[in-house]
């Protein structure tokens, strides 16, 4: 088994012990997709995107989301030394998995690697809005307020993450029919 199917292995592992094993299909999996696709377009380091979208939400899920980007760097960092990868892989890797919330505090994306991720990242929540709009209905038992936080984090996604004119080309039309379904579904929610 090649090293990153060995890291693609480890985290369905963890991830089926979880709390939310259906993120590894319903998230892990589409945001690898979309980032190997990018990394192929633009020539970046394909291996880099690779084991940075298979272990970006690892710990997000595993511990919790509270700063996971950093828990999850630091849990990078560990797993590729364990498998012997060299440091400049690591630290690449862990600068991606850093800056893929594009949260202005942590610093935003600067290497098309770490854009890469970010952009990813909230690619994959347009292909599974339902799934979004049960996980916050669970958590507040308000249809509304769930398809509000939805609506919101495409909005998001699409402003501030989506960093290439690549992801917002493949993912343009998903997110308008998202947004337009949101928005409609709203007005009968008051």
Request: hydrophobic residues 45%; without cysteine; charged residues 25%.
């Given at each position: 088994m090649d090293m990153i199917a060995a890291v693609r292995e480890l985290v369905k592992k963890e991830l089926e012990k979880s709390n939310s094993p259906g993120q590894f299909s319903l998230h892990i999996v589409p945001v690898r997709d979309y980032a190997v696709k990018l990394a192929d377009i633009t020539?970046?380091?394909?291996?880099?995107?690779?084991?940075?979208?298979w272990l970006h939400d690892l710990t997000r899920i595993t511990i919790g989301p509270k700063d996971h980007h950093k828990t999850g760097a630091e849990e990078a960092g560990k797993i590729l030394r364990g498998l012997g990868y060299?440091?400049?892989?690591?630290?690449?890797?862990?600068d991606c998995i850093l800056t893929h919330r594009s949260v202005e505090r942590d610093g935003p994306p600067k290497t098309?690697?770490?854009k890469i991720i970010a952009s990813a990242d909230a690619?994959?929540?347009?292909?599974?809005?339902?799934?979004?709009i049960v996980f916050k209905f669970r958590e507040t038992g308000s249809l509304k307020e769930a398809i509000e936080w939805v609506l919101g984090k495409v909005n998001r996604g699409w402003e501030n993450k989506i960093l290439l004119p690549e992801a917002r080309e493949m993912v343009k039309d998903k997110y308008e029919a998202a947004r337009l379904i949101l928005e409609a579904t709203l007005k009968y929610l008051d």
């Open positions: 020539g970046a380091d394909r291996e880099v995107v690779e084991l940075a979208a060299p440091e400049k892989t690591i630290n690449h890797v862990r098309i690697e770490a690619m994959a929540h347009y292909d599974t809005i339902p799934l979004l």
